[in-house]
């Protein structure tokens, strides 16, 4: 077994691979992670998001096949009727995340003026050429909240390719499964999650699953605490402010990476209504603020609770 560790897209990403000639593929693992975050950061100001953003409302710009596949699966998440995901959120996690490291809240008034400049559908995309505009002066793309699926899926489209028949593929959190686990006789995975506000590694739960993603939207890790209430980096598009519901975490498990990430998020926003209900192998753990864990019903002979303290529903 090889386990690789590295960093990129801002935190800790983690490779295990359990065949020997496996690790030979991991260079190429890593320049495409590599490659993909200088794609889609936000943080510097050549990649192709920021060039994208730095042209809204003067003229389109041409991406690359691959950024112009997540836009487009990212645009199509977006534009779904109160979708709670939405990649259009620039301006509003710009504002947020500056005044949060002060300490402060945005005020109302560039709040109201944030959510003014994230309409989805003032996203052009034109298939011929690659090409996207954003229509309107001053909005801008923030894919943080959908990347790390979209590259996730990409790894594991590597690893097939390099023959590679198991694989753990975990990018800050967002675990992908690859193949059946060496590891277990019924060759199913063991994932943990985690329990809201402790240490890393204490488990609320454990889960044997087969070979999918799992994706968790959470508040008990990135948050800031201002007047007593704690503000979060999980914003709703309708209001400009941070979700403020019952919900901790919403942890989806599905097939697609890139797809976990978006119902992760639409999940957290709309709770257990926001979960698809006519997909094979997707499911959900919702952990509420009361302590009560909501499961899908067709995971729950799979799911072991670690924790008594807290009550299983399921839905």
Request: charge should be negative; glycine fraction near 10%; charged fraction near 15%.
């Amino acid at each position: 077994m090889n386990i690789t560790t590295f960093i990129a897209m801002g935190t800790v990403n983690t490779i295990t691979l359990f065949e020997p000639e496996a690790k030979n593929i991991l260079p190429h693992v890593f320049a495409y992670v590599k490659n993909m975050e200088q794609k889609l950061t936000v943080h510097q100001p050549n990649s192709e998001i920021m060039q994208l953003n730095a042209k809204a409302g003067i003229e389109p710009v041409i991406v690359s096949k691959g950024v112009f596949e997540l836009l487009t699966r990212a645009y199509a998440a977006s534009i779904e009727p109160e979708s709670g995901f939405n990649f259009a959120l620039g301006a509003l996690t710009k504002l947020w995340r500056g005044y949060l490291k002060q300490g402060m809240l945005p005020p109302d008034t560039e709040i109201a003026t944030a959510c003014s400049l994230c309409n989805p559908h003032s996203v052009h995309l034109e298939p011929d050429g690659y090409r996207a505009f954003l229509t309107q002066p001053g909005m801008s793309l923030d894919l943080g909240a959908i990347a790390k699926g979209y590259i996730a899926d990409g790894v594991k489209q590597l690893l097939i390719e390099a023959g590679v028949s198991c694989a753990i593929i975990d990018l800050g959190g967002n675990v992908l499964l690859h193949g059946q686990s060496p590891k277990q006789a019924d060759g199913l995975w063991r994932v943990g999650i985690q329990k809201p506000y402790a240490a890393k590694g204490d488990y609320l739960a454990v889960c044997r699953l087969p070979p999918l993603s799992i994706v968790t939207s959470g508040v008990y890790e990135r948050y800031t605490e201002i007047g007593g209430h704690k503000y979060h980096h999980i914003i709703n598009p309708q209001t400009g402010y941070p979700f403020d519901n019952v919900l901790l975490g919403a942890t989806v498990i599905a097939p697609d990476s890139t797809d976990a990430e978006i119902y992760s998020t639409q999940v957290y926003a709309a709770g257990i209504s926001g979960m698809p209900n006519n997909h094979a192998n997707i499911g959900g753990v919702l952990v509420g603020t009361g302590k009560q864990v909501s499961v899908s019903h067709w995971l729950l002979p799979f799911f072991e609770l670690k924790d008594a303290t807290y009550r299983v529903v399921s839905f």
